[in-house]
């Protein structure tokens, strides 16, 4: 069998020579990148180095000299230097506000960085694509928010994440309608998820209350459900009325729930009545813990009663548990009603013994949305 | 002359105000994480101190305590400038012994005329 | 004289078996380190400090009740809990249960964190064999809440207790002596928000720890450790979870969410009655009752192990230690392999059945056998001349070789993507482990593995005799 192999000695001896080398490749390979990476780094932070004071000037131009100086020096910066410029530029702008900001964001103009960039959004890789919608996010161009509307229906994840965050930065309140609406379009495997969404529409701000009252009204029941939570973390006290309406008829109780936790937020007292209504057995317990949880934050101490109630008769732990919970924020009234009933409800008990060791009790979150 | 420390790990930023701040003439200290910061201020004991609340090692609060429970810096002004827009987060920075709270984005323009009007108050 | 010829050709035969296996093995592997060199800097790519801190400041943002099951851990469970203090999180809990610790751990955590007594009204969502005998919060009003519980011999069972005490959405279960990293909440939660429809558990990278500076609850510098074993440990944990089980996520073939970490909405895991109390690998049991019970169900579900680190532990640092450890491991996944037997190779179950159950059966729970067989077919083979040394060095390079160029891929990718390794002596450090680990180290491992599937298959009647689960049922 073993007439022209080679010596096994030999074999031995190749093997682990082989062995050696692979080990020294994968030495060498770490630290080729890592003196890569150190060379790149070190090869930023020159260019870099040189300029930030042209950075810093810029933000200090007060008139039309200053800006013609400001021109030259840019045109006479290398390609790598540009780029470096940009680079530095996007990662300040997001930190700062005011006069410097603006000034910045029409350095980048000047450049041509813009243009130049916005140009990618239509870009065949997506890497691109999520580049330029990242860096226009960050400079607050609102002038490309309608291309930014359309890479809300792009093929590739990352991008659509980026799009309703650049969205959010921005801050058109003209957005708001183009994202609330897609949440009610749900096409498969591409939906946008509600949590990206909401922020985004918050970073808008009050001036987009009025769009958000629109999807609140005539919305799908996923724009409707947006809608609330966001009028409630906006603190708009003019939607109550329609947070009301929701609360009472709306078709999804997701919906209603997320009214309940609204109307809590704003903390308008004549409200009270209508969250003490959904306290009831018909309504689901999703609704029946948000409106505890808001009449507590209410404040509104006529509620105690029907809290009390809700305490005693309520079939769900954990909607007993928020009525106690509401009961000891209610102050006074609300305090003595839990002292009466702590005999019958070991909720009371335990929320009693919370108020009275000086704690704010853990706050209970939202009954799950969408179960397994 | 004043001498300032500055104290926050976002290195952008502190290479930016650091020739902001140079620029109007004052004398520059820079650390980027608090314990480091806090043995700067205890060894150079700057006039003035700008200060980062989240920070790797130990955080801009805790600095802020550490620097009022020490004899020799409690007099020391602190201007935290932090990304923390809390109403609860203000308060806790400023109950911490915090001058000033800038919250972040912010306007260097605005923070330097609040450094120069610090120094002022305190006479150097 | 026919006997002798039937021998031989069987363990000729044999030996080719071992070298067709090996590959197969490491082939595996290298589609999954494929996969996950692709993946991993892309996802990091695409990640942004920005998109975390969105989902730190959304005022949306689901709690986290943070599950911590603890006995006699008085050595190192206040600083475990003063650094969970300080994740960054918006909104969470930190539920630590002591199961019955005859230590000291109870009394330092109430002089530390000043917990007072409360009748908190505990419901029975899960069942637990060990009774809760008394709850404690914290006076201050922070988020620590500390159950304590009679010893019941497993951690499953503290875990379970803590799950009845959590009062948020979603829950977090680790180990006590993790050092969690302060985004680790945020990291691992993020998956739930992007796609909420279809993300049902997430788990991050563990990392082992020994040697590096923990300061205030944060691992600030990462040295290689001193010790060889758990260096070797190190380049295991790299190839396990950096490039395996991140592998495994693009190609959806998760079946473990490490104890050591692992997210789950809280009702999921209560549909599915909690932990497993017999099983020794109860947290791939979990992620394997999820998987069952989903695919049966239809759903369309995703597992996702996000490659940040986001924890680091203390691995064992003696042969002795590593040794039970992994002997209890192997005990574990036969125990779920057999407890879900009715989804192997059944096509109902998709790639769960067909792809993922098999191979763990066939390249974890038994490579064993097939390594120590080999060990000892191979040289014998060739000691009485049936191979030549030929074949038998192709057979060496098929597995140890192959294994070490695995090992060293991890290293690189590691390098590429994270690089916590400062030092290029570290780097070094790692390779020569790389090496050892699949010279000597892989070996032995085997053996313990070999131990511990011997200790499931004589050990089951009586496992089997005390299952206590409700509801649903894994045998068909």
């Known amino acids: ?372 | 002359m004043s001498t300032i420390a500055l104290v926050d790990d976002d290195r952008d930023i502190c290479l930016l105000l650091e020739l902001k701040l140079r620029a109007a003439g004052h004398e520059v200290l820079v650390e980027h994480d608090g314990e480091a910061g806090l043995a700067m201020m205890r060894d150079r004991r700057p006039d003035l101190v700008i200060l980062d609340w989240m920070m790797p090692r130990l955080s801009g609060l805790e600095v802020c305590l550490a620097v009022r429970d020490d004899a020799e810096l409690r007099e020391l002004p602190i201007i935290l400038l932090t990304a923390k827009a809390q109403e609860a987060d203000v308060e806790r920075g400023l109950s911490a012994g915090a001058d000033d709270y800038v919250v972040k984005p912010f306007s260097p323009r605005e923070l330097l005329s609040r450094v120069e009007a610090r120094l002022r108050r305190s006479g150097t | 004289m026919d006997w002798t010829a039937t021998a031989t050709a069987a363990v000729v035969g044999f030996n080719y078996f071992v070298l067709g296996y090996a590959l197969a093995l490491n082939g595996i592997q290298l589609v999954l380190l494929s996969v996950a060199t692709v993946a991993v800097p892309r996802i990091l790519g695409r990640e942004r400090a920005t998109s975390l801190d969105d989902v730190y400041a959304h005022p949306g943002t689901p709690g986290v009740s943070i599950l911590v099951p603890a006995y006699n851990e008085a050595a190192g469970i206040i600083e475990a809990v003063q650094s969970l203090l300080r994740l960054r999180y918006p909104s969470f809990e930190l539920v630590v249960v002591d199961d019955g610790s005859t230590d000291d751990t109870f009394g330092l955590l109430q002089r530390e964190f000043g917990l007072v007594p409360v009748d908190r009204v505990v419901e029975a969502s899960v069942p637990t064999q060990g009774a809760v005998t008394s709850v404690y919060i914290q006076a201050s009003g922070g988020p620590l809440v500390v159950v304590r519980k009679v010893n019941a011999q497993r951690r499953s069972d503290a875990l379970n207790a803590a799950i009845n005490v959590a009062r948020h959405d979603y829950i977090c279960m680790i180990d006590g002596d993790c050092v969690l990293e302060p985004d680790a909440l945020l990291h691992t939660v993020k998956p739930f928000l992007d796609n909420p429809s279809t993300v049902v558990g997430v788990g991050g990278v563990i990392r082992p720890a020994n040697g590096a500076g923990v300061r205030r609850g944060q691992v600030t510098a990462l040295a290689c450790p001193r010790s060889l074993v758990a260096r070797i440990q190190v380049v295991e944990y790299l190839r396990a979870f950096l490039v395996g089980r991140v592998g495994w996520t693009q190609l959806q073939g998760v079946l473990i969410i490490s104890g050591a970490f692992g997210v789950f909405r809280r009702a999921t895991v209560v549909e599915l009655g909690g932990l497993s109390w017999v099983s020794l690998g109860e947290d791939a049991e979990l992620v394997a009752t999820l998987h069952h019970r989903l695919r049966r169900l239809g759903a369309d579900y995703r597992l996702v192990v996000v490659p940040q680190p986001v924890c680091w532990t203390e691995v064992p640092e003696t042969l002795l230690a590593l040794g039970r450890q992994r002997r209890r491991w192997s005990t574990g996944l036969a125990q779920v392999l057999m407890s879900h037997r009715g989804a192997l190779f059944n096509p109902r179950y998709g790639r769960f059945g067909l792809v993922v159950l098999p191979y763990y059966l066939c390249f974890e729970l038994l490579s064993p056998v097939v390594e120590i067989a080999g060990l000892i077919a191979v040289p014998l083979a060739l000691a009485l001349g049936l191979i030549d040394p030929v074949f038998a060095m192709v057979i060496l390079l098929a597995s140890v070789g192959f294994g070490l160029l695995l090992s060293l891929a991890a290293i690189v990718v590691e390098e590429v993507a994270f690089h916590r390794h400062d030092r290029l002596r570290d780097l070094g450090r790692l390779v020569l482990a790389a090496a050892l680990e699949n010279i000597g180290f892989r070996q032995l491992h085997a053996w313990w593995r070999l131990r511990g599937l011997l200790d499931a298959m004589s050990g089951r009647e009586i496992a089997w005799g005390t299952l206590p689960r409700t509801g649903f049922t894994t045998t068909p």
Do not use: Y
């Open chain 1, 1 to 372: 069998m073993s007439n022209a192999w080679p010596d096994p000695l030999l074999l031995m001896a190749a093997v682990t020579a082989a062995v050696v080398l692979m080990m020294l490749v994968a030495v060498s390979v770490g630290a080729v990148l890592r003196a890569r990476r150190h060379r790149a780094a070190a090869r930023r932070e020159r260019l870099a180095t040189t300029i930030r004071p042209l950075i810093s000037d810029a933000m200090d131009i007060a008139d039309g000299a200053g800006s013609v100086a400001m021109d030259h020096a840019l045109r006479a910066l290398s390609r790598s230097a540009g780029e470096t410029l940009d680079d530095l530029v996007v990662a300040l702008v997001p930190k700062l506000r005011g006069t410097e900001r603006k000034l910045l964001v029409e350095l980048l103009r000047r450049r041509g960085t813009i243009e130049r960039v916005a140009r990618d959004l239509t870009s065949r890789s997506p890497r691109r694509r999520l580049s330029a919608v990242e860096f226009l996010g960050a400079v607050d161009d609102g002038s490309h928010a309608a291309a930014l509307v359309r890479l809300l229906d792009d093929r590739d994840e990352a991008v659509r994440l980026a799009a309703i965050r650049a969205l959010g930065r921005i801050g058109l309140p003209e957005a708001v309608p183009a994202l609330l609406g897609r949440l009610d379009r749900p096409e498969p495997r591409r939906e946008l998820p509600r949590h990206a969404v909401t922020m985004a529409v918050l970073r808008c701000g009050s001036g987009s209350a009025d769009h958000v009252l629109q999807s609140l009204r005539h919305g799908g029941a996923a724009s409707r459900l947006a809608a609330a939570q966001v009028l409630g973390w906006l603190g708009e006290l003019g939607a109550a009325p329609e947070l009301r309406d929701a609360l009472a008829h709306d078709t999804s109780p997701d919906v209603r729930a997320a009214a309940a936790e609204a109307l809590g937020r704003l903390g308008v007292p004549e409200t009270a009545a209508d969250l003490v209504v959904c306290l009831d057995e018909p309504h689901p317990a999703l609704v029946r813990v948000a409106a505890a949880t808001a009449l507590g934050l209410i404040g509104d101490t006529a509620s105690a009663t029907g809290l009390a109630m809700t305490l005693c008769t309520d079939a769900d732990l954990r909607v007993r548990l928020a009525a106690a919970q509401a009961m000891a924020r209610l102050g006074g009234p609300g305090l003595s009603a839990l002292r009466v009933l702590s005999p019958v409800s070991p909720h009371a008990r335990e929320v009693l013994r919370v108020t009275l060791a000086g704690t704010p009790e853990p706050p209970f979150g939202a009954l799950l949305r969408t179960p397994l």
